[in-house]
């Protein structure tokens, strides 16, 4: 929202032009004009006051509608619109803030008359509205099912809810289911035996953790190459939301935490549109299958984020917390860490065909206990991990590692802005970066220090190596250490991973690149 004193726009522009009373007010006249961008609110003058000029872009607007006034004698035919445009608040941070006007047009003699005016406007307003940006792929009221983990974060995640983002689901004309889950598992278990069909997006509102439960309920299926594309969308109740905050970059918002963050993700996810996600098939030593759309951690990252659960009341201030306190008594882990690289091409397979072309030939079929053949996502640049890795990736040799992270999102918590490189949910690289047990504590603190602003990146961190890769293999030489996969413990032992560009779809403004 901006005022200012600028002459009106060329008439030209205008695609409607009337005067209306700002409501409530003491009948303030006000000139509203429509052009294809914006909604401009001139007021005239009146007493003291100059005549001032507001611009209300219909990139930020979400909804308006029409309403009678309650006194059966008023003539007036009423609409309110509202906008959550960018705004500065304390520390020089921009988040959107709620901005609702309410217009009165009452020109006419008739209460219908002045009804139709405002029905115009509203239709008018509503479809500009829509066609801000690229054309949408979901219905204009569509119906979301929401997941909400009432333990997430601090335990508000069902308040929050229902405090902020409800109002704003509904003034966006947005339906929706809600599941407040009981149990771990249970919205992996639903979205893989459930008929999708009759949501248009899976909106998770919690930590990173039950996104983790959804995208693999979903690889669970056997419709799983359809089922995967269904848009999911993110809103941050947990302590991470390293998904939440890496949508809310991408979709070209500062970095903000709490409410804020809500609020910014909850006018994503009624503005933004569903984008290529990209997932990493992760494969144990056991044969387990992992999808993951997040990170791999091994080593110090991981064991902050699980060490630092007793410190959760505390809410996104443990991480900074429990690192602290693990680099007074730092640990290190022996293992091997081999990774193929961009431009190294697979034995079989053009590398770019693979990773670049979600819907090339990567499923091959596996037959199942009970005899079914079932179509399994294919690693086409793996090799089993009984077998050592292909002659052409590097392989780093049983060093004593401090920290080994795969991330392919921006962020890794709602602070913790880890790979500045990464510009949207699906460019198709896992972003390596390693430690070896050479890296200094101060280094590291350094490192911890300045990854809030990405500024980790802009110099060089002695012992501190980041490669993006394609695929990648961990081996701990001991079971020890803690291993997380999206933030959730797993068992430390071998493990291996490719990416899948753009296998996944995730709500997101549209992408830069
Ligand atoms: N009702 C529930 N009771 C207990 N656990 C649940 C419930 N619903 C989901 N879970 C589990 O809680 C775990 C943590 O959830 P999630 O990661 O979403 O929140 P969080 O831990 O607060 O966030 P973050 O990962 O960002 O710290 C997940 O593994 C999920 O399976």
């Not at 522009?13 to 429509?34: A, K, M, N, Y």
């Not at 009981?182 to 949501?199: C, F, G, K, T």
């Not at 693990?326 to 065909?353: F, N, Q, W």
Request: aromatic letters at 8%.
């Amino acid at each position: 929202m901006e005022k200012h004193h600028e002459p009106l726009k060329a008439s030209s522009d205008v695609l409607l032009s009337d005067t209306f009373t700002l409501v409530p007010s003491e009948g303030l006249l006000l000139s509203l004009q429509l052009t294809k961008t914006e909604l401009q609110v001139h007021s005239q003058p009146s007493g003291h006051h100059a005549p001032t000029s507001t611009r209300l872009f219909l990139t930020d607007c979400i909804g308006c509608r029409t309403f009678k006034g309650k006194d059966p004698a008023d003539i007036g035919g009423y609409f309110t619109v509202v906008f959550y445009p960018l705004m500065m608040g304390k520390g020089s941070t921009a988040y959107r803030q709620r901005v609702s006007r309410t217009f009165r047009a009452g020109t006419f003699q008739g209460r219908d008359q002045n009804m139709q005016v405002a029905r115009t406007w509203v239709q008018t307003i509503q479809q500009l509205a829509d066609q801000q940006g690229e054309p949408y792929f979901l219905p204009t009221s569509p119906h979301f099912l929401v997941l909400v983990n009432p333990h997430g974060g601090t335990g508000k995640a069902l308040e929050l809810f229902q405090k902020h983002v409800i109002p704003i689901l509904m003034e966006a004309d947005v339906h929706f289911t809600l599941l407040v889950t009981e149990r771990p598992n249970q919205a992996r278990e639903l979205v893989r035996d459930q008929d999708l069909s009759r949501w248009d997006a899976i909106v998770v509102m919690s930590g990173d953790g039950l996104i983790f439960e959804v995208v693999n309920g979903l690889m669970e299926r056997p419709d799983w190459m359809v089922a995967i594309k269904k848009p999911l969308a993110i809103l941050p109740g947990g302590s991470g939301n390293a998904l939440a905050a890496s949508v809310n970059h991408y979709s070209g918002q500062q970095q903000v935490m709490g409410t804020k963050l809500l609020i910014n993700c909850s006018f994503v996810l009624c503005k933004g549109q569903p984008q290529p996600l990209d997932i990493v098939s992760l494969t144990t030593l056991s044969e387990k299958r992992i999808y993951s759309f997040l990170s791999l951690a091994w080593g110090f990252i991981s064991d902050v984020d699980i060490e630092s659960e007793k410190y959760r009341f505390m809410g996104s201030i443990r991480f900074s917390f429990g690192t602290l306190v693990r680099l007074t008594a730092l640990r290190t882990y022996r293992g091997r860490l081999s990774y193929v690289k961009d431009s190294t091409l697979s034995k079989t397979k053009d590398l770019d065909t693979i990773t670049n072309n979600p819907s090339s030939d990567n499923k091959c079929p596996v037959i199942q206990t009970d005899g079914v053949v079932k179509e399994e996502l294919e690693d086409s640049l793996l090799v089993p991990l009984g077998q050592p890795v292909p002659s052409h990736w590097t392989v780093v040799q049983e060093d004593e590692f401090v920290l080994v992270l795969a991330l392919y999102q921006s962020h890794l918590g709602a602070d913790l802005y880890t790979a500045p490189m990464v510009q949207n949910l699906g460019e198709g690289n896992i972003h390596l970066f390693y430690a070896t047990s050479r890296i200094s504590r101060g280094s590291l603190l350094k490192l911890f220090l300045s990854m809030e602003k990405g500024t980790h990146m802009d110099t060089e961190i002695a012992h501190l190596v980041h490669v993006p890769v394609k695929a990648f293999r961990i081996e701990p030489l001991q079971n020890t250490g803690i291993m997380t996969v999206d933030g959730e413990v797993i068992p430390c032992e071998p493990i291996q991973g490719q990416i899948h560009r753009g296998l996944g779809c995730c709500i997101s403004a549209p992408s830069k690149t």
